[in-house]
């Protein structure tokens, strides 16, 4: 695919600096870019590469102030990154848009519905009574249980599993590995030491702009749904286990687990290695650090904590200083009791 600066810069609402109508056709680094491409310049460590970059135009901050002469076409925007991104997903979009039709062997179920336009790769199984929207893109070996919902414009990697009754919005993204649905950790302890499987009825219900990370897995409400709220963005290799909510737009890094029936709040950040206990409340806008425990509900908005267990964020900072300080605090203790 080839455009012209000048249509990039419309996609972007930038203003164009050069030459208008130099085409690019791929999108690369500025450190590695070469003629044809297009790279961003948002970080200034990097802006020393603006002046040497072989790219054929680069989008840059429309508050940048140049140093040297640059050869290639600038696009001034406001964010770089922001437009940047823009750019990639239109690209991704594109590419994705290119997969239709149907490939062979595939299966549909009885009584399932899937809208215009979707593509169904190689190997796929859609089980009876689904309903999927427009637009939808199943890769080859998904697998998609009975009665499924699936909105429009959603694209499910492969080897994916959906399990019966999941629900997922629209403009999802399930990448590869992903197990939606699979049985919550449920066991009773019985009398003679024996545990048994406590039945695990519920679903899964991803709302609308969800994206999710390869090889995650959130399992199944034991009744009712274990909920992952709009717009939010969810790591590889996570773990979320039965009965918890997700807020609107929060983010969870890698490996980090969320145990039964924890309710995450809206717009939190939770890095990667969290592990958070069942049965409390994560208030909005909270932000936990990298492999923090969090054994208790946090209540107040906009708390950052760290640590195992976790608490404030400057507070562990100031408690890592002393910890690291006890070798040297213990030998001052000794040598006051040889005093005495």
Same mark, same amino acid.
């Given at each position: 695919?080839?455009f012209?600066?000048?249509?990039i810069?419309?996609?972007?609402?930038?203003?164009?600096?050069?030459?208008?109508?130099?085409?690019?056709?791929?999108?690369?680094?500025?450190?590695?870019?070469?003629?044809?491409?297009? +790279?961003?310049?948002?970080?200034?460590k990097?802006?020393?590469? @603006?002046?040497?970059?072989?790219?054929?135009? !680069?989008? !840059?901050?429309?508050?940048?102030?140049?140093?040297?002469?640059?050869?290639?076409?600038?696009?001034?925007?406001?964010?770089?990154?922001?437009?940047?991104?823009?750019?990639?997903?239109y690209?991704?979009?594109?590419?994705?848009?290119?997969?239709?039709?149907?490939?062979?062997?595939?299966? @549909? =179920?009885?009584?399932?519905?899937?809208?215009?336009?979707?593509?169904?790769? +190689?190997?796929?199984?859609?089980?009876?009574?689904?309903?999927?929207?427009? #637009?939808?893109?199943?890769? &080859?070996?998904?697998?998609?249980?009975? #009665? !499924?919902?699936?909105?429009?414009?959603?694209?499910?990697?492969?080897?994916?599993?959906?399990? +019966?009754?999941?629900?997922?919005?629209?403009?999802?993204?399930? %990448?590869?590995?992903?197990?939606?649905?699979?049985?919550?950790?449920g066991?009773?302890?019985? &009398?003679?030491?024996?545990?048994k499987?406590?039945?695990?009825?519920?679903?899964?219900?991803?709302?609308?702009?969800?994206?999710i990370?390869? $090889?995650?897995?959130?399992?199944?409400?034991?009744?009712?749904?274990?909920?992952?709220?709009?717009?939010?963005?969810?790591?590889?290799? !996570?773990?979320? +286990?039965h009965?918890?909510?997700?807020?609107? %737009?929060?983010?969870?890094?890698?490996?980090? =687990?969320?145990?039964?029936?924890?309710?995450? =709040?809206? $717009?939190?950040v939770?890095?990667g290695?969290? =592990?958070?206990?069942? %049965?409390?409340n994560?208030?909005?806008?909270?932000?936990?650090?990298?492999?923090?425990?969090?054994s208790?509900?946090?209540?107040?908005?906009?708390?950052?904590?760290?640590?195992?267990?976790?608490?404030?964020?400057?507070?562990?900072?100031?408690?890592?200083?002393?910890?690291?300080?006890?070798? /040297?605090?213990q030998?001052?203790? /000794?040598?006051?009791?040889?005093?005495?």
């Amino acid at each position: 695919m080839e455009f012209t600066v000048q249509q990039i810069a419309d996609l972007l609402q930038g203003k164009v600096e050069g030459d208008n109508l130099v085409k690019v056709s791929t999108l690369a680094k500025i450190e590695e870019a070469t003629s044809g491409a297009l +790279a961003f310049l948002s970080n200034l460590k990097y802006e020393s590469y @603006l002046y040497t970059t072989g790219a054929s135009a !680069v989008i !840059v901050s429309d508050t940048l102030e140049l140093k040297k002469p640059v050869s290639a076409t600038l696009i001034r925007v406001g964010d770089p990154y922001s437009g940047f991104s823009t750019l990639l997903a239109y690209y991704q979009q594109a590419v994705l848009a290119s997969k239709t039709g149907v490939e062979e062997p595939c299966f @549909l =179920g009885a009584g399932s519905t899937i809208g215009q336009n979707h593509y169904r790769g +190689a190997f796929s199984y859609i089980g009876q009574n689904c309903q999927i929207g427009e #637009n939808v893109r199943i890769y &080859p070996q998904a697998y998609i249980g009975d #009665n !499924v919902k699936i909105g429009d414009n959603t694209t499910i990697f492969a080897g994916a599993k959906l399990y +019966a009754n999941t629900v997922v919005g629209s403009n999802c993204t399930i %990448h590869a590995g992903v197990v939606l649905g699979s049985d919550g950790f449920g066991f009773a302890p019985q &009398p003679d030491g024996s545990y048994k499987a406590v039945p695990q009825i519920g679903n899964v219900v991803l709302e609308d702009n969800v994206n999710i990370g390869a $090889n995650t897995t959130i399992d199944c409400a034991t009744m009712g749904s274990t909920i992952i709220r709009k717009g939010t963005k969810i790591d590889n290799l !996570v773990q979320i +286990a039965h009965n918890v909510e997700v807020g609107q %737009h929060t983010v969870i890094a890698s490996q980090t =687990g969320i145990s039964g029936s924890a309710k995450i =709040g809206n $717009n939190c950040v939770i890095a990667g290695q969290v =592990g958070i206990v069942g %049965h409390i409340n994560i208030a909005d806008k909270t932000t936990i650090g990298a492999q923090s425990g969090v054994s208790k509900s946090v209540k107040e908005t906009g708390t950052i904590i760290q640590g195992s267990p976790a608490f404030d964020y400057k507070q562990n900072l100031k408690a890592i200083t002393v910890f690291r300080k006890l070798p /040297d605090l213990q030998r001052v203790l /000794d040598e006051l009791k040889e005093r005495k």
